[in-house]
Each structure stands twice: as C-alpha cells, then as structure tokens.
C-alpha cells in the first residue's frame, strides 16, 4: 500500500512574511507632529510667563502634563474616525489595521490618566484647566469638528494653554486671561482651517459638515490667512495697552505675518507646517513681552 506524502505542499512549507512593525504605526496613531509642537509652545509659555527658563524637573513636569494629553487627543480622534477613515483615509492605523483599537484605547485612557495627575501636583488652578483643556479635545473627538463650532475647541485649547502654563508655573495674572482669549480666538480659527484644508474633500465624503468644508477651499484658506495676518497686525497695536515694547512684539509678529503674506503668493497644499509654528512663535513672544 502506497501511503500519502505526509508533508505539506512546498506553498504551505513557506515562511510566512514578517509581520511589519506596528511600533511606526503607533506613534503614528499619536500624532506626534502637532503634540510635539503643541507641547513646545506649552513649555515656552511656562517660560515667558516667568520670564525665565524653569528648571529641568519643571520642565519635565510641564511634558508630561501637556505631551500624554495631545498624544490621548490624538488617539482618541483615530479612534472615533476609524469607520470614515477606512473610506477616505484608508492608510491611517487604525484604518488599515496596523494598530488594533485596543491600542488606541490604552493610548487614550493612560494619556489622559499621565497628563490629569501630573497636573494635580502643580498650582491648583492647573488641574481644572488641563481638565479644561482635555475637554475640548474629548468634545472635538466626539462630533462637534464635523459640525459649524467645530473651531470652539481649538480656541478653548489656545486660551487655556498659556493660562495653564501661567497657573503651574504660578504666574497666573489677570492681564493674560483677559488679553490671552482674544488673541487665541483669532489664531485658533487661522491653524484649524489650515489645518483642515487637506482633507476637506475627505471629510466631505464622510459626511463631516465642519467649518473647513462649509466654508470651501477656496474660502478656508482665505480665512486661514486673513486671521493670522489680524492676530499679528492686533497683537502689534495692542502692545502699548498691555505695557508690552512694541519692537519685541512686531518681531514676534513677523514670522506669522511673513508666512501669511508668502501662503497668499505661492499657496501650498498643507499650510498647517507653515503657519503653526509661526502662530507658536508670535503666542511666546506675545507672553514673554508681558510686564
């Protein structure tokens, strides 16, 4: 009797490929770029506001309250997204299934978790206004980005971020949380448009009905633009009312105010890169201006 081959055929003895590395994909999942650039502004805030650079176990401090919360954010705005992304922007970790959701939901719950207990042991003001701060990321995450107020969170992020650097460091003065709102407005609605230009006709597929897609384009970008030319040309006029020299703030504005003039000549695809920094460098030197 002839017995039947015992081994596999030669296709099943391959090897499978190596599964790619989903440690890439994670950090990805975090949106580093923003966080990163967010966190800095954070840290250079806490800096002005005591006109002096704090010290190293401050500034730490100051990271992991700020750094875990906008990784949190971002995972948990993958996390939500996932549905829309696998039609519009199907390369995206949780989208493609490189980063499985129970990832995400650990991201999310261990950077709110970092960031709300290293902000209990600064001043007491800073808790509730981190608090503040993961609210409107967790409100942006659930659907109001997809609706007309999709730019409130961002302006409560802006505003509370120098006031929250200002309360841990404890220099929380009256002058900032009434001069700081105004300036964040104007610079919130400029970066979430701009950063929202990429993908309008994404989320326009998906269904979102944010600012961005209302407005067009064409508009957005326009409104982008006009608003961080007005945050640096108001900063700039404000400056003698808030007993800040004029020269240190113009310099502050310039970048912003450059950027804004060279986006309007040449228009790029993504003005997020640009303008943000540029926004983040005027806000710093806004507050270090401060008497």
Same mark, same amino acid.
């Given at each position: 009797?002839?017995?039947?081959?015992t081994?596999?055929?030669?296709e099943?003895?391959r090897?499978?490929?190596?599964?790619?590395?989903r440690?890439?994909?994670?950090?990805?999942?975090?949106?580093?770029?923003?966080?990163?650039?967010?966190?800095?502004?954070?840290?250079?805030?806490?800096?002005?506001?005591?006109?002096?650079?704090?010290?190293?176990?401050?500034?730490?401090?100051?990271?992991?309250?700020?750094?875990?919360?906008?990784?949190?954010?971002?995972?948990?705005?993958?996390?939500?997204?996932?549905? /829309?992304d696998?039609?519009?922007?199907?390369?995206?970790?949780l *989208?493609? =299934?490189a980063? $499985?959701?129970? &990832? @995400? +939901? %650990? #991201?999310?719950?261990?950077?709110?978790?970092?960031?709300?207990?290293?902000?209990?042991?600064?001043?007491l003001?800073?808790?509730?206004?981190?608090?503040?701060?993961?609210?409107?990321?967790?409100?942006?995450?659930?659907?109001?980005?997809?609706?007309?107020?999709?730019?409130?969170?961002?302006?409560? /992020?802006?505003?509370?971020?120098?006031l929250?650097?200002g309360? *841990?460091? =404890?220099?929380? $003065?009256?002058? &900032? @949380? +009434? %001069? #700081?709102?105004?300036?964040?407005?104007?610079?919130?609605l400029?970066?979430?448009?701009?950063?929202?230009?990429?993908?309008?006709?994404?989320d326009?597929?998906?269904?979102?009905?944010?600012?961005a897609v209302?407005l067009g384009?064409?508009?957005?970008?326009?409104?982008?633009?006009?608003?961080?030319?007005?945050?640096?040309?108001a900063?700039?006029?404000?400056?003698? *009312?808030?007993?800040?020299?004029?020269?240190? &703030? @113009?310099?502050g #504005?310039?970048?912003?105010?450059?950027?804004a003039?060279?986006?309007?000549?040449?228009?790029l695809?993504?003005p997020?890169?640009?303008?943000?920094?540029?926004?983040?460098?005027?806000?710093a030197?806004?507050?270090?201006?401060?008497?």
């Amino acid at each position: 009797m002839i017995r039947e081959p015992t081994d596999p055929p030669a296709e099943r003895r391959r090897p499978r490929p190596a599964q790619p590395l989903r440690a890439p994909a994670t950090f990805t999942l975090l949106h580093p770029g923003p966080s990163l650039l967010v966190t800095a502004c954070f840290v250079a805030a806490a800096a002005a506001a005591r006109h002096r650079l704090p010290d190293l176990l401050t500034d730490l401090r100051l990271v992991a309250v700020m750094l875990p919360l906008q990784f949190a954010i971002g995972a948990f705005n993958d996390l939500r997204d996932q549905e /829309g992304d696998r039609v519009a922007k199907p390369g995206k970790p949780l *989208a493609s =299934g490189a980063v $499985s959701p129970g &990832v @995400a +939901v %650990a #991201a999310t719950l261990a950077g709110f978790g970092i960031a709300l207990g290293t902000a209990a042991t600064f001043h007491l003001p800073t808790l509730p206004l981190t608090g503040a701060c993961a609210a409107a990321g967790i409100v942006y995450d659930l659907g109001l980005k997809r609706g007309a107020l999709s730019w409130l969170p961002f302006w409560v /992020g802006f505003a509370c971020l120098p006031l929250t650097a200002g309360a *841990a460091v =404890g220099q929380l $003065s009256a002058r &900032v @949380a +009434v %001069a #700081a709102p105004p300036l964040a407005l104007a610079l919130a609605l400029s970066i979430q448009l701009a950063n929202a230009l990429p993908d309008i006709e994404a989320d326009r597929r998906s269904g979102s009905a944010g600012l961005a897609v209302r407005l067009g384009a064409v508009w957005a970008r326009r409104l982008s633009l006009g608003l961080a030319a007005l945050a640096g040309v108001a900063a700039i006029a404000a400056a003698p *009312a808030l007993s800040q020299p004029i020269a240190a &703030v @113009a310099l502050g #504005a310039a970048p912003l105010l450059g950027v804004a003039l060279l986006l309007v000549l040449h228009p790029l695809p993504r003005p997020f890169p640009l303008l943000a920094p540029a926004a983040g460098m005027l806000a710093a030197v806004w507050l270090l201006a401060l008497p």
